[in-house]
């Protein structure tokens, strides 16, 4: 790896830390201050944060290589977010709001009874480190292992060592305002990454012609095997309504 590479790597970890351990040290008096950082956020920070806590790893891991095999019907799940984050703001967050609540488990507390909100809130955390941090570890892991030759599992405990400490200290002020900056990153990367990649292929016209004609289409026949327009009329949207309008991990931003 060239001495730009590590350089622009180690530049965006001294970043990201700095900024989380800055809103770290920043006084939290209230369980506000901690879990929703003091309700203080303006929509711009929500809305980045929003997008960076989204796009992870895992996309530019998992979801790029599926795209690679599988077409841009991989998208889909990704476009339907319009469509749940218009029903986030109008429905779901004006309902979250007026209750004054801390977790989306809480909610069903309110509305139902206590053994409800522990279910799913043991729930939650089940999938949580089923679906998502072990996702995310692992991709992040194997990014630090393939770009800077560390040995897998000390990338992915140098990772969660580092998120754990600037979030439990800072609360979900650092943990915002560090995704935000990674936001940045993220769209920044995505670009450069996209520019070279089309000009190894010969641009989009080379792109296109090396490809599979049904890559570039959205929605494909009802008997596709992995991605049938009627999964991704019917059944998509319902994830997307669940993952943007309930789960805490997105939910948390805009309490």
């Known amino acids: 790896m060239a001495s730009l590479d590590i350089f622009i790597i180690l530049l965006y970890f001294v970043v990201v830390m700095t900024a989380g351990f800055y809103y770290a040290r920043q006084k939290k008096e209230t369980t506000k201050d901690f879990f929703l950082a003091g309700r203080y956020l303006g929509w711009f920070v929500i809305g980045t944060s929003l997008f ?12 790029a290589g599926h795209g690679a095999t ?11 977010a319009i469509f749940a984050l218009i029903l986030l703001g109008w429905i779901f967050a004006p309902i979250f709001l007026r209750a004054r609540i801390y977790t989306v488990p809480e909610f069903f507390g309110k509305r139902y009874n206590k053994a409800t909100q522990v279910y799913l809130s043991a729930l939650s955390i089940l999938a949580y480190v089923a679906t998502k941090i072990s996702v995310s570890l692992f ?3 194997l990014l630090l292992h393939e770009l800077l030759g560390w040995d897998f599992y000390t990338s992915a405990i140098v990772m969660m060592a580092i998120t754990g400490i600037y979030t439990i200290v800072g609360g979900m002020r650092a943990v915002v305002y560090t995704s935000v900056i990674q936001a940045f990153f993220l769209i920044g990367g995505a670009l450069v990454l996209t520019l070279f990649g089309l000009k190894e292929v010969g641009g989009l016209s080379g792109l296109q012609a090396r490809l599979p004609a049904d890559f570039f289409t959205v929605f494909r026949p009802a008997d596709d095997p992995d991605f049938p327009w009627t999964g991704i009329v019917f059944g998509a949207p319902i994830l997307a309504i669940w993952y943007w309008c309930t ?7 805009m309490l």
Not at 70 to 80: D, H, I, K, P
Not at 247 to 253: A, N, P
């Open 52 to 63: 960076a806590t989204n796009i992870s790893s895992e996309h530019f891991v998992g979801l």
């Open 70 to 80: 599988s077409g841009m019907a991989v998208g889909n799940f990704e476009w339907l």
């Open 139 to 141: 991709a992040g892991g």
């Open 247 to 253: 789960d805490q991990y997105i939910v948390q931003r």
